[in-house]
């Protein structure tokens, strides 16, 4: 089936809506409510939950390598890890997890 651009454009901009429709609906409410303090102080604690579930299975099953782990991702990985815990800046650990990936990737 063949789509005209327009109407690939009403089908992105009606995804684009409803996506925005259901996060306000949960968050749009709570915009002017004081939440609890326990409430705040775990959500301090979502990226730290979220970031690694976004990179594990990029590290440990990588669509490049046909899903088998490889020494220049799991070396990047642990560089970033190192680097971020030792400077406390996640500039520094993106930078030079990607200068490890490049090198690892060169040498094996």
């Known amino acids: 089936m063949s789509y005209s651009q327009a109407e690939i454009w009403i089908i ?4 684009a809506l409803g996506t925005y429709v259901i ?3 949960f968050l749009g409410p709570l915009g002017r409510a004081n939440l609890p303090a326990f409430v705040l102080r775990l959500l301090r604690y979502t990226p730290v939950a979220v970031i690694p ?3 594990a299975p990029l590290v440990l099953w990588p669509a490049a390598t046909g899903g088998q782990p490889d020494p220049a991702r799991l070396l ?3 560089v970033a890890t ?3 815990m030792w400077t406390k800046n996640v ?4 930078i030079g997890g990607g200068m490890a990936l490049y090198l690892g990737l060169y040498l094996f």
């Not at 500039?91 to 993106?94: C, E, G, L, Q």
Request: avoid cysteine; glycine fraction near 16%; charged fraction near 5%.
């Open 12 to 15: 992105i901009l009606g995804l």
């Open 23 to 25: 996060r306000f609906s």
């Open 53 to 55: 579930g976004l990179v």
């Open 76 to 78: 990047a990985a642990l």
């Open 82 to 84: 190192v680097l971020g």
């Open 91 to 94: 500039i520094v650990a993106v």
